[in-house]
């Protein structure tokens, strides 16, 4: 049902309908198409109105609006689906930002995947000095250890615990000036070059599947192939899988079958979650998004690489 037919119902029926604030501004988690992030809740949904069709719990959407309709608020999303908010949840996506390098240098790390101890020795014993939260940056020493160990600003911490992303060498198809990313699957790291210059670091999410998988991240030198604002992304046509859907993916960036985007759904950057596409923060995919080539002209949401796109190394 469209929300033309919505009002023209409630004045038949002499119910009441007026819009709500608009959910851009009630929450702190936008879309660059000025919508904002939802997750389906654990029962489910199903709307009315273009596309309507049942969700399951753990869809991503995005809602342009809020309506009322009799005691019933719904949501609409930017194609036109109205869905009953009470079954949406709002999605909280992650606070997590990578670094801008003004030196070039990469001598840090990020702890993960998950809270880990620093020690005042390169061993695990006794007592750590103190415990190091997920996604920190914590500076690199030059100290000499045992294997699986790191020296860190205020003691050492075991290798395992850390994502460490490194300096690589230019690809041949890279210009000396040209802006280029390498992903580097071991580590969970992404690294933003100008030619032979870091500018930018951080951490990703990569495909959950071994090499030459369904679900693998593929390696290689690509280019960009085509950038969206935004983009729907889901494996309904699958069988034997989780399935997903997520609308409104931010900052795509399409290299082939697969996309380095903004996740909104989860904060797990730095381990392997997605199934072959490479995840960054909402905040992160931003940044990439503008600074690689093309560049969108302004009010375009969408530009074709031409051949033209910055190279995206995975290795």
């Known amino acids: 049902m469209s929300l033309w037919r919505v009002l023209l119902l409630c004045c038949v029926c002499g119910c009441s309908w007026e819009p709500e604030a608009s959910a851009a501004d009630a929450l702190p988690n936008a879309n660059p198409t000025g919508a904002r992030f939802y997750i389906v809740g654990p029962a489910g949904t199903r709307g009315t109105g273009p596309n309507a069709r049942t969700l399951a719990p753990g869809f991503g959407v995005s809602i342009v609006e809020e309506v009322k309709l009799g005691a019933e608020r719904l949501g609409r999303t930017r194609l036109g689906r109205l869905l009953p908010m009470r079954d949406l ?97 071991a580590s969970q790291t992404l690294v933003a070059y100008e030619g032979d210059r870091a500018v930018f670091a951080t951490l990703v999410s990569t495909g959950i599947g071994r090499e030459g998988s369904a679900f693998e991240t593929p390696r ?27 609308e409104d993916v931010p900052y795509t960036q399409y290299i082939g079958r697969a996309a380095l985007h903004g996740a909104f759904w989860h904060d797990n950057f730095g381990t392997p979650v997605s199934h072959g596409c490479i995840n960054v923060s909402v905040q992160d995919a931003e940044w990439l998004f503008g600074w690689t080539r093309p560049v969108l002209s302004v009010g375009a949401t969408e530009v074709a690489a031409r051949g033209q796109g910055s190279v995206i190394r995975v290795r």
């Open 220 to 246: 290689g030198v690509h280019r960009i192939a085509t950038k969206l604002i935004a983009a729907t992304m889901d494996n309904l046509e699958h069988t034997g899988v989780v399935p997903y859907s997520y």
């Open 89 to 185: 949840q709002p999605a909280t996506p992650s606070s997590f930002r990578g670094e801008l390098l003004t030196d070039g240098r990469l001598d840090f790390a990020w702890v993960g995947p998950k809270d880990a101890r620093l020690w005042p020795r390169p061993e695990a014993r006794g007592k750590p000095k103190a415990w190091r939260r997920k996604h920190l940056r914590v500076a690199l020493r030059q100290a000499e250890g045992p294997s699986g160990w790191t020296a860190v600003d205020g003691g050492w911490m075991e290798s395992s615990a850390l994502r460490v992303p490194a300096l690589a060498p230019r690809p041949g198809q890279v210009r000396a000036a040209d802006p280029w990313i390498d992903v580097e699957l």
